[in-house]
């Protein structure tokens, strides 16, 4: 059975606080319910303090709380019981456990929430160095309830030692010692008392024997059942009657006492102050040891001597006698000596009942007295180990104090604003969530600590609520583990909003133009961030810092080359075009003319580049003057796997309407697979295209236009922040952008200016462990609440943070993350990779093909395509033309050769242009046309008659079709013209008389009579004398 609690709003700041579900198990025949706490940490040894301080207080607070159970006339039992699992093997770590398991007839779920909150309370509130929580799960409960087979295990009690003393006679004959226990019953009773010797506690003692069992070869259970009792009537009689008999024993001060007698002053002190505790707050208590098999007596006699000092403890020969310290301390070791005691015994384990194992009628008064204990004493069996004078091996350690939720954030906890879940605040035995609102996440956030601390758990929790928000975030990881978890919490309600940028998926690369802009706003700020970009690239790739090398002129080129492969915004250039710029002669020349007006552009290209030859070779060391522009990004630019992302002009992943439409971006850049410096290089371009588009948001704001927030995570961010990455963060909230920013240490952070960007505007830090350099930088971010040693002894997935409630800081508070909620329906990480590669990716051989095809001269343009055009063509029946006789003059006239060739590479790349571009053909069915196409015997396809239709069974749509018969045939009209042209260059008298009609025609823009002409032209019925013919200028005659 489970139970939920719930815990009534009170006036305290941790209102709001809630407790776990509790696991309830019946036992016994009564079918009592068990619930029950487990330890789950230990304050880690404060060597500032003393041991005997340490132990002092924790036996103080053990007091308080035993006396706290006390329910006088409730039917209720404690049990404390602590499981100790062994080193059984080399590399297999031992580790403690420990339970209170509570026992109560009550049924009634309300009642048995009410207990619960009570001691759970109450456990918060005493004891600040053991952190306990409820065991909210059946098979743990029954696992501390049943730990081992009890009725095949071996046990023994440990009992108070019981005596007859004789007052008139001398000692017993066991007056010190752990043997069996030996009753003289022919003792009288008016000249014996029966004493029970109290427990005294023996400091560390418990410690000590938990090390030892833990490098055992076995299990072992030590139970302690404790239940509050009231005091017999004939009890107390007998008490004060065994008083009576010590006082009456006694003579008057300063009268010599017989030595056998004198022990009587020593028994006195005990039995009053038992005689008056135990009528107030008595427990009846017992205390087991179960293992498998059996110890070893000396073991056994080892974890007695935890409970209590022995007799005489403390005396030595040149002592003095203190006749006290031989009514104290000791111990019986008890075991059932028959089956049916076994069965008793193992029954009281597994119901956490109290029946006596050993009754015996006749002496029953007796035997219970051995049971009855005040809290004082209680607590030497009644007790969990606390780190004194070191660290318990085997229980989890914790070393920061408990902290409540700042009240400002209890408020944000209970109000419907929007918000985030990060973690739990924990304190005084109860659980808070603790939330970060969108405004203050719009102020930014810093999250720092050692890996393996918590800070993934941390971003994937923050993610993770985001997309089920429906938040539009974009995740930047560098290596690819956290990309791969992310994709398995996507919900299933946003699965067709995740877009993947995976440079690792070689087959379906996505595009991503950065010099791709929509207006000259943005081109100035994509050239800017890009002149950043490559600075650092430069010099923490190639080690270079001087100027000489990467100074004033060199990006003088970089710059305004840049600018000039970005001056035409209806067909971008790309970084690999701008790096041809510094390969190949006159490669500029291919954005000419500028399709931009820019005074400085202007002046580049119409005075500097004819002026600038970058293949001009530097005498004083033999290398191209390019090259001293060009090898910076070499490494960059020869990695295929970037140059299919990058080389594209036109990218697939539109930015801005993935922003604007609240998307999920997640970006792994493969830092294993690409190398440190191509991946930093990726991530910063990457970086400064979503920072670009969310700049542009400017227009909308000053439109008064609302911005819908974006989150964007960016793990060891160190790697791909730019010298303009402050301004990102001073400005960014502006633009409804929050970053989430993570690394391990400030050293990373090698740029002050970042550094300080970062300690000054981010409005929520967080701070998991820290090494000793950085919690001192960052120490005075979290005083007076925590200093630098609180930062550097923090357990994994602890916290500490400070942040910003309606722009007013809180103070810092600690919390600990938490799993994320991973929503009931997910959608699958197979899916999303083909859904995202269907809607961004390009198939490998078509993204290849798309590269080179952009890198070609002249420069691939759209194809401006008219239904007047294609119905002109269609009309005059191109299709039946075939050009197979112009092969023939292409062996005796290179020059016709040459330019049909050019001719047909112009259709090519036309109809590559128009598939890729304007067909609106899937992406895949693109690719399998281009590679049917490609096949195509190559002059042939193009000069023969036919239709697409005719060679290519795979061919899209039946307009795509249409399109690419017209681009066909417009390139075996344009053949047909180079012919013409050659022809009347050899002054051929019909031939020059036919072009000259042809060129009067296209300038009155008659295209009809121009194509009617080249159709009618029958180039068989020609005579090929002209081939004979020196080449002359057809105009020499004009």
């Given at each position: 059975m489970l139970l939920k609690g719930k815990i009534d709003k009170t006036g305290s700041c941790h209102r709001g606080g809630k407790m776990s579900k509790i696991a309830v198990q019946q036992v016994g025949s009564s079918q009592a319910s068990v619930f029950g706490f487990k330890l789950t940490g230990i304050r880690a040894n404060e060597t500032r303090l003393s041991p005997a301080y340490v132990y002092d207080r924790h036996r103080k607070e053990l007091s308080n709380f035993v006396n706290m159970l006390y329910r006088g006339g409730d039917p209720i039992t404690y049990c404390l019981r602590t499981l100790i699992h062994p080193f059984i093997e080399k590399g297999q770590y031992g580790f403690i456990q420990t339970a209170l398991l509570i026992r109560t007839e009550e049924r009634s779920k309300t009642n048995i929430d009410a207990l619960s909150q009570s001691i759970r309370l109450l456990m918060g509130g005493v004891f600040k160095n053991h952190r306990w929580d409820v065991i909210d799960n059946l098979e743990e409960l029954d696992a501390f309830i049943n730990p081992l087979d009890w009725g095949a295990a071996n046990h023994v009690e440990y009992k108070r030692r019981r005596e007859k003393i004789q007052l008139d006679n001398f000692l017993p004959e066991r007056?010190?010692?752990?043997?069996?226990?030996?009753?003289?019953?022919?003792?009288?009773?008016?000249?014996?008392?029966?004493?029970?010797?109290?427990?005294?506690?023996?400091?560390?003692?418990?410690?000590?024997?938990?090390?030892?069992?833990?490098?055992?070869?076995?299990?072992?259970?030590?139970?302690?059942?404790?239940?509050?009792?009231?005091?017999?009537?004939?009890?107390?009689?007998?008490?004060?009657?065994?008083?009576?008999?010590?006082?009456?024993?006694?003579?008057?001060?300063?009268?010599?006492?017989?030595?056998?007698?004198?022990?009587?002053?020593g028994l006195i002190e005990n039995l009053v102050r038992g005689y008056l505790v135990l009528q107030d707050m008595p427990f009846y208590m017992n205390i087991i040891l179960s293992t498998n098999q059996p110890l070893d007596k000396s073991i056994l006699e080892y974890c007695g001597l935890a409970l209590t000092e022995p007799i005489g403890f403390g005396s030595t020969s040149k002592d003095s006698v203190n006749l006290s310290m031989f009514n104290v301390g000791g111990y019986d070791i008890c075991r059932p000596s028959d089956e049916t005691q076994r069965n008793i015994i193992s029954e009281n384990l597994a119901t956490l009942n109290q029946v006596d194992w050993e009754a015996d009628p006749a002496d029953a008064n007796q035997q219970r007295f051995r049971h009855l204990f005040d809290a004082n004493e209680a607590i030497t069996g009644f007790y969990f180990p606390v780190n004194a004078e070191d660290n318990l091996p085997g229980i989890e350690l914790f070393t920061l104090e408990e902290h409540s939720l700042p009240r400002e954030l209890v408020a944000l906890g209970q109000s419907r604003r929007k918000k985030i879940l990060i973690g739990v605040n924990r304190y005084f035995g109860y659980e808070q969530n603790v939330f970060l609102s969108e405004d203050t996440r719009r102020q930014h956030t810093y999250i720092v600590g050692q890996t393996g601390t918590g800070k993934t758990t941390l971003l994937k929790t923050?993610?993770?609520?985001?997309?089920?928000?429906?938040?539009?975030?974009?995740?930047?990881?560098?290596?690819?583990?956290?990309?791969?978890?992310?994709?398995?919490?996507?919900?299933?309600?946003?699965?067709?909003?995740?877009?993947?940028?995976?440079?690792?998926?070689?087959?379906?690369?996505?595009?991503?133009?950065?010099?791709?802009?929509?207006?000259?706003?943005?081109?100035?700020?994509?050239?800017?961030?890009?002149?950043?970009?490559?600075?650092?690239?430069?010099?923490?790739?190639?080690?270079?810092?001087?100027?000489?090398?990467?100074?004033?002129?060199?990006?003088?080129?970089?710059?305004?080359?840049?600018?000039?492969?970005?001056?035409?915004?209806?067909?971008?250039?790309?970084?690999?075009?701008?790096?041809?710029?510094?390969?190949?002669?006159?490669?500029?020349?291919?954005?000419?003319?500028?399709?931009?007006?820019?005074?400085?552009?202007?002046?580049?290209t119409d005075v500097i580049l004819p002026n600038t030859d970058y293949n001009a070779i530097d005498r004083s060391n033999g290398g191209r003057y390019g090259d001293y522009f060009a090898s910076k990004f070499i490494d960059f630019t020869n990695d295929t796997r970037i140059n299919n992302i990058f080389g594209q002009p036109r990218s697939t992943v539109d930015i801005e309407k993935a922003v604007r439409e609240n998307k999920i971006i997640l970006i792994n850049l493969s830092k294993g697979l690409l190398g440190e410096a191509n991946s930093t290089l990726l991530g910063m371009i990457l970086l400064a295209k979503i920072t670009a588009t969310l700049m542009a948001r400017a227009k909308d704001i000053s439109l008064d236009k609302k911005v819908t927030p974006f989150y964007l995570y960016v793990d060891e961010f160190q790697n791909i922040a730019s010298e303009n990455f402050s301004i990102l963060l001073a400005e960014a909230r502006k633009f409804g952008l929050g970053l989430v920013l993570a690394n391990q240490y400030l050293s990373q952070i090698s740029d002050n200016k970042i550094r300080n960007s970062i300690l000054g505007n981010v409005g929520t830090m967080i701070s998991f462990r820290l090494g000793l350099d950085d919690a001192k930088i960052l120490e005075s971010q979290f005083l007076p609440t925590f200093n630098g040693d609180d930062l550097c002894n923090l357990p994994n997935y602890n916290a500490v943070m400070r942040t910003n409630v309606d722009g007013e800081r809180v103070v810092p508070t600690i919390f600990k993350t938490i799993r994320p909620s991973i929503p009931p329906?997910?959608?699958?990480?197979?899916?999303?990779?083909?859904?995202?590669?269907?809607?961004?990716?390009?198939?490998?051989?078509?993204?290849?093909?798309?590269?080179r095809n952009s890198l070609a001269t002249p420069r691939s343009m759209a194809i401006d395509i008219s239904e007047t055009k294609m119905s002109l063509i269609e009309n005059q029946g191109w299709e039946e033309i075939d050009l197979e006789v112009v092969k023939n003059y292409w062996l005796v006239d290179s020059r016709l050769h040459d330019e049909s060739l050019e001719a047909i590479g112009e259709t090519i790349q036309s109809i590559f242009s128009y598939l890729t571009r304007q067909s609106g053909l899937p992406k895949e069915k693109v690719a399998l046309l281009w590679e049917k196409i490609k096949q195509m015997k190559s002059p042939d396809f193009y000069i023969k008659s036919g239709r697409i239709q005719d060679y290519v069974k795979v061919t899209g749509t039946e307009e795509a079709c249409r399109v690419i018969n017209f681009l066909k045939n417009l390139g075996k009209a344009i053949i047909k013209l180079r012919w013409l042209e050659q022809s009347a260059r050899h002054g051929l008298t019909e031939q020059k008389r036919l072009y000259r009609e042809m060129i009067s025609l296209q300038e009155k823009e008659q295209f009809v009579n121009v194509f009617d002409l080249l159709k009618n032209l029958d180039i068989e019925e020609y005579s090929d004398s002209w081939l004979l013919t020196e080449d002359i200028n057809i105009f020499d005659e004009d």
């Open positions: 007056s010190v010692g752990f043997l069996d226990e030996k009753v003289d019953r022919g003792c009288m009773e008016s000249e014996s008392i029966d004493y029970v010797h109290p427990f005294t506690a023996n400091e560390g003692a418990y410690e000590r024997l938990f090390k030892t069992l833990l490098n055992g070869k076995q299990e072992v259970v030590w139970s302690t059942i404790l239940s509050p009792t009231t005091l017999l009537e004939e009890e107390a009689e007998f008490l004060y009657k065994q008083l009576t008999l010590c006082e009456g024993t006694r003579l008057p001060s300063g009268e010599f006492m017989p030595l056998p007698r004198s022990r009587a002053q923050m993610i993770s609520s985001d997309m089920e928000s429906g938040n539009g975030l974009a995740v930047i990881d560098p290596h690819g583990e956290f990309y791969k978890d992310l994709l398995s919490i996507v919900p299933l309600s946003r699965k067709d909003d995740v877009v993947l940028i995976d440079p690792s998926d070689f087959q379906f690369p996505v595009a991503i133009n950065l010099l791709e802009v929509r207006d000259d706003e943005e081109r100035d700020f994509v050239v800017k961030e890009l002149r950043a970009i490559f600075k650092r690239y430069i010099r923490e790739f190639f080690e270079i810092t001087s100027g000489e090398y990467y100074g004033p002129v060199f990006f003088q080129h970089v710059q305004n080359n840049l600018l000039l492969a970005m001056s035409d915004i209806e067909n971008p250039g790309s970084i690999i075009e701008f790096f041809n710029i510094f390969m190949e002669t006159n490669y500029w020349k291919r954005w000419l003319p500028l399709k931009w007006t820019n005074q400085q552009l202007t002046n580049w329906n997910v959608a699958s990480a197979e899916y999303l990779r083909q859904s995202s590669r269907q809607k961004y990716g390009t198939p490998k051989i078509l993204a290849e093909e798309i590269v």
